[in-house]
């Protein structure tokens, strides 16, 4: 069996919303500062931003195709300039840093005030 590799953002409108999912949510999320609910591995927005996140996809070449049920109501192929994989790439990137940031958030509220102090000193220097 042949994998074909789509490079295009799916977008599914449920209602007044549009849903999408996996490494295409993970592009909006790049690209909107959309959050990806983890529970359903997807980014969700309302029609009302639709028109800001087609020229966001427009603005960095990214081919598109947005369904209303199983309908095609808008699409957009980039062909060549598709730029699907390297803003993935970004995507993902981001996506590692802001999990390792947040981790080490967790970690920084549940020092005591002294070990505080000392962890904010070493930041502090780091980044002066």
Known sequence: MVKIKKELIELR????????????????????????????????FPETAYNKVINALEDAEISYVVYEKEEVIAEKNFK?????????????????????????EKKIRGLNQKELDYVLEVIENAIS
Request: glycine residues 12%; proline residues 0%.
């Open 80 to 104: 060549k300039l598709n730029d699907y994989k390297n803003v993935l790439k970004k995507g993902i990137n981001e996506l590692s840093l802001e999990e390792r940031f947040n981790k080490i």
């Open 13 to 44: 409108k449920s209602g007044k919303f549009y849903n999408t999912f996996g490494d295409d949510a993970i592009i909006l999320h790049y690209l909107m500062g959309y959050r990806i609910v983890a529970e359903k591995g997807g980014v969700g």
